[in-house]
């Protein structure tokens, strides 16, 4: 039986996957607040894909109605960056009915629960499975409105329900369609297996003086940015989220493990450095001439915050993780929000045990 997916967000992953799922038959409504955008992909009758796919995906409908997007809807899936994970939350929670399935595609780190702590300060008691993945399936762009060009598709994303325990549940929602997804433990695994919480606040800080040159002298992100020294400081800072993981019970993959497995750029002696040099997916990736991208201004708050939080719950100190957050609050006062700390997420104060207990379920 075809599900209804109701995917809120039509930016490059909500375009992508709405037009994927809906290219395989399934009934598929797009939600999204630009009016702009809605009409053009209403005017072509849904969403064309490009080279790693080539297909046509006809879409029920798209709106900036929430309500009619999720009538009568299996899952809900929001794909949009996590900046707006709470905001589109307080949209959402009214709409939810009993056997729903909420998904983060993807959830940047603790998005399920500050979905589940929206859920309860909303009084919203719908029995819903919540679940969230930890990175977009896709490497995608939007051509225009109605049309994606994707690059790539992972050959695998971990994925995990809020509580664990339904777990089953949610796998039975997501990988008949998309078989891409792999069930992990919980979704501690999926926030704090998060590359970009590593990869982004800190290169760009450090490169301040070389982003603000006046005048601006064009380079490449990874391969120019990550020097010895800068890649030397993003290990010492994975080091505390793999002490994190341990803490919690799980094994995490170093960020240099990780680019060895997906990329093949060097081996266990290889510095970050280096694998980034090597890895010819960087080439032509250039760094742009501010501070205040989603680097920063997101993966700050929504990220590093969440996993400091988790480190706080888990007794792990985070010298270089709260640095981080200290330059770029000061560096950008004023533009970053307070993001997922732990009040904001309602752990502070918990125990280790406690959280793990809310986690599982």
């Known amino acids: 039986m075809k599900k209804t997916w109701a995917i809120i967000g039509g930016g490059n992953g909500g375009q992508s996957i709405a037009g994927h799922l809906a290219s395989m038959g399934e009934k598929v409504r797009l939600f999204d607040v630009v009016p702009a955008t809605v009409d053009a992909i209403n005017a072509k009758g849904g969403i064309q894909i490009h080279h790693a796919l080539e297909a046509f995906g006809e879409l029920e409908f798209a709106s900036t109605d929430m309500g009619k997007v999720m009538d009568g809807a299996d899952v809900v899936m929001m794909t949009l960056p996590s900046i707006y994970h709470e905001s589109m939350a307080k949209q959402i929670a009214p709409h939810l009915k009993d056997g729903m399935v909420v998904f983060l595609h993807p959830e940047a780190s603790c998005g399920a629960i500050a979905f589940r702590k929206v859920m309860k300060d909303m009084g919203c008691t719908a029995d819903v499975v919540v679940g969230a993945a930890c990175t977009l399936l896709y490497s995608t762009r939007i051509q225009t409105p109605g049309e994606v060009y994707i690059f790539s598709i992972k050959n695998e994303v971990p994925m995990a329900a809020l509580p664990a325990c339904d777990n089953d549940k949610l796998a039975a929602a997501i990988r008949p369609e998309l078989p891409w997804f792999k069930l992990v433990s919980s979704v501690l695994e999926t926030s704090i297996d998060n590359l970009n919480a590593m990869m982004h606040p800190a290169p760009m800080l450090l490169n301040t003086s070389r982003i603000e040159a006046d005048p601006f002298v064009p380079f490449q992100y990874y391969l120019d940015g990550i020097t010895p020294s800068v890649g030397k400081f993003v290990e010492t800072m994975d080091k505390e989220r793999i002490a994190i993981a341990e803490a919690f019970g799980f094994h995490q993959r170093s960020i240099c493990q990780e680019y060895i497995d997906m990329y093949s ?52 100190p985070t010298p270089c993780i709260d640095a981080i957050i200290t330059i770029g609050r000061v560096t950008l006062a004023g533009q970053i929000t307070e993001g997922r700390t732990g009040k904001m997420l309602g752990i502070e104060g918990m125990s280790k045990e406690e959280l793990l207990k809310y986690i599982m379920g």
């Open 265 to 316: 750029c060097g081996d266990e002696t290889t510095p970050l450095y280096r694998l980034c040099k090597d890895n010819k997916g960087y080439e032509g990736i250039m760094c742009g001439n501010t501070l205040s991208t989603r680097y920063c201004l997101e993966d700050i708050p929504y990220s590093l915050e969440a996993i400091r939080a988790l480190g706080k719950v888990a007794g792990v």
